[in-house]
Structure formats: C-alpha cells, structure tokens
C-alpha cells in the first residue's frame, strides 16, 4: 500500500480497502469540547454520520475476490452485473448500502461552524499566476490499495486560501485549522459535502 495514508485517514478505508496496514490514531486534544471557538483536532472518521461509517465498515466480503482490472472490477458492475445474480438478498442489501455511503453527501450537522484541526494531502484545483495553489480539497489519503474507491464526498473538504502558497509535493501532507460548514462543491476533479475557512496551514507531523 502507498505510504499516503494519514492518520485518521479512514480506519474504515482500511477495511474497505482490505488492507492490512494499521492507521494511526488521531488524537481528540480535549480541551475546549464544548465551545465552538476552541480549535478541536478531528479524525476524518468524525465527519461521518454514523450510518455511513457502519455502512463502510460492513464491507461485503465478496468484493475481495474480484479480480483487478476485470468487468466486475467497479461497484456499479458489482451490484447491477455478474455478482448480482449470485449473491443473497441481504448480500445485495449490503452492497447497496456500501456503494451508498462511498457517494454520500450525507454530513454531520453538528460540525457547521465548528473551528477544527484536520491532517490531509491537499489536491490543487485553481492555481494564480504564479503558479501557486489558491483553491483546493483536503483529502484524508493520497495513494491506494487494490480496490479503493476516491473517498466519499463526506470525506472531502474543500477550501479556498487567499495566502496562495507552493505545493511542493502532493505526497506530503499538512495540518489545516478552520472553521468548517456543511457545503458542496463538485467539479471535475472531485465532490465535496464540506468546505473550510483556513486561518492556519502547516507540515503535518505526528
């Protein structure tokens, strides 16, 4: 597996991915739970309604015996094509259920306005002139496994800077700190069910 996968990056992508790698735990720093003007360090997994996450942790078994690069290798030929006719109701159930949480928009309204702390590799959407990063997503992993879907559009946040500034490498990751509303914003690289206003940009670390 690429090394790109962050800390709080999707416990849960883990097993949607069938990977064996362990995540690292992001830690809650605990102070300030109850005000919406304290920074809060969030796992990716808090943005989840918790039906999603349950959803996305139910990964069907049966997607682990598809082989790469075959007709079945993609969720929509999974539930309409070939395994369709060869699994259990309830199987079935579970696959509709899973495709519907890797697309969700669904977001946690409690998160609108709340200031957070959030690690992500950024994804350039809009550069200036001088070729730095104006506009772009905060992903929760950059790289993949066999068989790992883009994140959900709950696990995508979008944000504009005014500090444009230079990406030197997509692979290296960064600590963002904003507050966070419940938006979408789609366009050709990608869908977001979340936004950030950035007060603060920084080199991740542990």
């Known amino acids: 597996m690429n090394k790109g996968f962050l800390p709080g ?3 849960l992508l883990l097993l949607v991915a069938g990977c064996t790698d362990s995540s690292l735990a992001t830690a809650d720093t605990g102070e ?3 005000s ?3 920074i809060r360090e969030v ?7 918790d039906d999603d996450l349950a959803a996305l942790e139910d990964r069907p078994a049966l997607l682990d015996s598809i082989e790469e690069g075959s007709d079945a290798d993609t969720m929509a030929n999974s ?5 369709s006719s060869d699994i259990s109701m309830e199987e079935s159930a579970r696959l509709q259920r899973y495709q519907a949480a890797l697309t969700s928009t669904r977001t946690r309204q409690e998160l609108d306005g709340a200031r957070i702390r959030i690690p992500g590799f950024v994804v350039p959407i809009n550069f200036d002139d001088q070729q730095r990063v104006t506009e772009f997503f905060l992903v929760p992993f950059f790289g993949a496994c066999i068989h790992v879907p883009p994140p959900p559009p709950n696990q995508i946040i979008y944000a504009q800077v005014d500090d444009a500034f230079v990406l030197e490498s997509i692979f290296d990751p960064v600590w ?3 507050t966070l509303h419940l938006q979408e914003n789609d366009n050709g690289l990608g869908q977001s069910a979340y936004a ?3 007060e603060k940009r920084e080199a991740y670390y542990q």
Do not use: M
């Open 79 to 83: 539930l309409d094509g070939q395994l």
């Open 43 to 49: 796992d990716w997994i808090d943005l989840l309604p």
């Open 9 to 11: 990056s999707l416990l």
């Open 196 to 198: 950030l206003t950035v």
């Open 32 to 34: 300030g739970q109850n």
């Open 176 to 178: 963002l700190e904003g």
């Open 36 to 38: 919406r003007h304290a």
